[in-house]
């Protein structure tokens, strides 16, 4: 999934920063975050949702707890999807700096996370980890980039980002 995640950052990138007035990068920046979250979102959710699935056929059944890292795995590829869009925008505001930042808080949080999470969960607490640092790390750009523009519905995307990853998280626990 990280590959769709480049793929998707790559693809995204001129029309992102393609120049015009106004502000457009912003709203560029907008349109390219739901389309990067809606779509990366429908593959978590489908990934997560075959998971258990896949594992039994391909793994067996003495892998069949990784099936458990998948969802939290997938919503940080959502969370990173939107950070790579976030990151054009900032790039395209020369606000890149702001990336560079929040990235090291993500990473801090993974680190500490994982410290906390592997021994009880295993794998799937490797995966939460990976997840809380993307989550991190795209709250807190977008956040951030709020003073460029990306506001409104920007800030409801990212909530629901963060929504759709727990609920997945549900789910897989169920």
Known sequence: MSLVVAGFSLAL?????????????????????LVTAAGLGAAAVALAGVAPELF?????PAYSAGAAA???MAGGMVAFGCLTVLAGVAGVAYQTARVALVSLAGMALQIISALVLVR???????????????ALATLG?????RGIGMTGVQVMSLLAVVALTAGMLALDAV
């Open 141 to 145: 750009l977008g956040l951030w980039l």
């Open 70 to 72: 998948v969802a939290p």
């Open 120 to 134: 009880e969960l295993g794998i799937a607490g490797a995966a939460v980890a990976s997840l809380s640092g993307y």
């Open 56 to 60: 039994a056929i391909l793994a067996g």
């Open 13 to 33: 990138w001129p029309f992102i920063s393609r120049e015009a007035s106004g502000g457009a990068p912003v709203v560029r920046g907008r349109q390219a975050l």
